[in-house]
């Protein structure tokens, strides 16, 4: 029995040894198979891996991009400031030869001096603005500038600075709870951004032959403002006047020089008639206000008839640069840029400017051009030529261009819907008018869209009805403006006027909405004063534009420059669906000469009081190398702030002398010739 037993015993381990090895083995099978499992996780990991190194965004690239080039401006500007102030001078001269004295070393050397106080006049976008009052998002920006200087608020909280920086839709004036108020002093507008010069430069030059904050005045305002709420809300017509005033009682009765720039221009222009009209809804000085305190009125860049490029800018919030943009990188700004729809917000922040409104071409299709007709239809773009640094006499008018390479082009077609519609002759052209269209309001999904803007009230319908149109004159543009963005209009017609007046002594003319026009409006009667137009000529500036529908139209804007149309052809004047005449890149000759040569010339009925004028014409040329920063012969818009023979000429009026002691007319263009074009009574 005890046999037995052991011998059972024996079989009980052995079975044991041949579970727990069976055990063993089902684990170490079980082992071997989570190690496969893991390796093979590991491997889909390592597999997995490179293909999320490829993903990058478009937004990614973006940012990048940027930041790139902000390092780089950075440093640069850094080393720039760090370096002694002589080494840039010293090289340039190296390689392109001695530095010409600046105007105001020249002309104390001749023995110049303090006179006429002068008057600076800024134009759109380069004053600056600072806050006042906001609401919580804008934190700790109490008296910060949001416009000019870094513009650090637009990349840190890009939806608050637009809130911001936008103007009541309805009145025009501030959002409740908001106070944006103009910079005042020199500062407001001598840098627009560091190291980005706009007065600085001719304030330097004034002060080296004597001149100081008591003899010189930057009159700021908020340039977003329509001309007579700037007095409504500020009063700044008001502190214009009575600043003016003081300098001339301080300064031994010695008359002040005006100078405004760019949309300053036509701001002076509306503060001239303010003055003399009696109170409230002038200044109440009298008829002979400014005979008594102006000298003359120096005008730089003025666009007297208002610009072409402010149409895309109301109609699409665009130009050429933007429009090149969008075409090199088409989703930088066509989607989303700091999370949000970039140009719908731009445009619905400008649109609550009114000011904008001033820069819209006036005078219609007699100024202009219709279908078929322009006053600059043969122009063809000239051969640059570089000049000496000495050089400031005119080089005449040589084109550089045979007379058979001369075409006829429609500028007075300032929108049309494809670069076929731009070029063929009108008796071809099917229109079919926009103006009884029906807004069906249609837009589907508009309550994804991060803005609204006034295109979701039109619909599908208003949107192909203002293609259908084809092509939009002067004349025409405005009735489109009416269509498309009806209360911006609303507002814009109680302050501005685009026409041509009939008869000036007409009683309705004495309101403030003409008075920023020169086509309805007369000059003061101050025989003795002098007026100057003086602008850069030799750059492609914008006169018309090529247009198709935009594909993305749910929440974007749905119209937009057509930047594949392009003659290809160096000398061609339709580049990236924008069509150039002469200017100074941002005004065309037209606007900026026309008054001066023709409207104003002698006595006219919009100059009644015989006013000298003068057109100073500054024929650009580029910075020989990029020491020589943006130049000193330099004709583009702003960039002719620092043009050496422009400051030379504003200096030697301010020292006493007359039109006629500097030359009388210097002229490059064919203003001349393009103002006899134009069938306008006078």
């Known amino acids: 029995m005890a046999l037995v037993r052991r011998k059972k015993g ?6 044991q040894l041949s579970d727990s090895k069976s055990d063993k083995e089902i684990e170490r099978t079980d082992g071997e198979d989570d190690k496969n499992s893991r390796k093979g996780k590991k491997a889909t990991k390592a597999k997995a891996k490179p293909e999320g190194k490829k993903k990058w965004s478009c937004v990614d690239s973006c940012c990048w991009f940027i930041g790139c080039i902000c390092t780089v401006w950075w ?6 400031n760090a370096m002694p102030a002589s080494i840039p001078q010293y090289v340039t001269e190296a390689i392109t030869g001695p530095w010409p004295d600046p105007p105001g070393v020249k002309l104390r050397k001749e023995g110049l001096s ?95 032959i004597g001149y100081e904050e008591k003899t010189m005045y930057m009159a700021s305002y908020d340039w977003r403002l329509a001309f007579q709420n700037t007095e409504v809300r500020d009063q700044t017509l008001s502190r214009i006047k ?15 020089v005006i100078i405004p720039h760019s949309m300053g221009v036509l701001y002076f222009l509306h503060f001239m008639k303010w003055v003399e009209a009696p109170a409230p809804m002038g200044g109440g000085g009298g008829s002979d206000w400014c005979a008594k305190h102006i000298k003359a009125v120096m005008n730089i860049g003025g666009p007297f008839l208002g610009a072409p490029k402010a149409a895309p800018g109301i109609f699409s919030a665009e130009a050429k640069d933007i429009a090149a943009a969008r075409a090199m990188a088409p989703g930088f700004l066509d989607n989303d840029l700091f999370r949000v729809q970039t140009l719908p917000h731009v445009m619905r922040m400008t649109r609550t400017w009114d000011s904008t409104m001033s820069m819209i071409p006036k005078g219609g299709d007699t100024i202009w051009g219709d279908l078929d007709w322009s006053p600059e239809e043969s122009y063809v773009p000239r051969k640059r030529k570089q000049r000496d640094n000495d050089s400031q006499t005119a080089e005449g008018n040589d084109k550089g261009t045979l007379d058979s390479q001369k075409r006829v082009i429609n500028y007075g077609r300032i929108i049309s819907f494809g670069k ?3 070029e063929a002759p009108s008796s071809e052209i099917e229109r079919i008018d926009f103006k009884g269209a029906v807004k069906d309001n249609d837009v589907s999904n508009i309550t994804s869209c991060d803005v609204w803007t006034e295109y979701h009230d039109m619909g599908t319908e208003g949107i192909k009805a203002v293609a259908d149109y084809k092509v939009y004159t002067a004349g025409s543009f405005l009735d489109l403006l009416h ?24 009683p309705k003319y004495e309101h403030y909405k003409y008075w920023s026009n020169p086509l309805e409006t007369k000059l003061p009667n101050a025989p003795d004063m002098e007026i100057y137009s003086m602008y850069g000529v030799g750059i492609p500036t914008e006169r018309a534009y090529v247009y198709e ?5 749910e929440c974007y804007i749905p119209f937009r420059i057509d930047t594949s149309a392009d003659c290809g052809k160096e000398d061609c004047c339709l580049k990236d669906g924008v069509y150039s005449v002469d200017g100074d890149e941002t005004v065309p000759v037209l606007s900026a000469g026309f008054m001066c040569a023709k409207g104003w010339r002698g006595k006219t009925r919009f ?11 500054y024929d650009h040329a580029p910075p020989a190398n990029l020491l020589e920063g943006r130049g000193t012969q330099s004709g583009a818009h702003v960039d002719i702030m620092g043009n050496f023979a422009l400051i030379e000429d504003i200096i030697r009026v301010a020292a006493g002398a007359s039109g006629e002691e500097l030359g009388g007319d210097q002229v490059y263009s064919d203003i001349f010739k393009w103002s006899e074009k134009i069938n306008l009574p006078l």
């Not at 440093?75 to 720039?80: A, D, K, S, T, W």
Request: charged letters at 20%.
């Open 75 to 80: 440093i640069l500007l850094f080393l720039y």
């Open 420 to 422: 076929d519609v731009a």
């Open 114 to 208: 303090v006179k006429h106080p002068v008057v600076f006049v800024p134009g759109i976008v380069t004053g600056g603005l600072e806050l006042w009052e906001g609401h919580q998002c804008a934190e700790g920006l109490f008296r910060k500038r949001l416009w000019g200087g870094s513009f650090g608020e637009v990349y840190k909280r890009p939806l608050c600075w637009v809130e911001h920086m936008s103007l009541n839709n309805e009145t025009g004036l501030d959002n409740s709870g908001i106070r944006v108020r103009p910079v005042s002093g020199l500062v407001a507008a001598d840098y627009f951004a560091p190291g980005y010069f706009v007065w600085a430069v001719l304030i330097t030059n004034l002060a080296r």
């Open 549 to 553: 529908l935009s594909p993305s139209a």
């Open 607 to 617: 100059n009644p009081s015989g006013i000298r004028t003068y057109n100073r014409e």
């Open 242 to 256: 009575s600043n003016i005033e003081l300098m001339v009682a301080t300064n031994g009765g010695q008359k002040a």
């Open 10 to 15: 024996l079989e009980g381990e052995k079975a």
């Open 483 to 506: 269509f498309v963005a009806p209360k911006m209009m609303a507002r814009g017609g109680a302050h501005f006027s685009y026409g041509i007046a009939d008869n000036l002594d007409d």
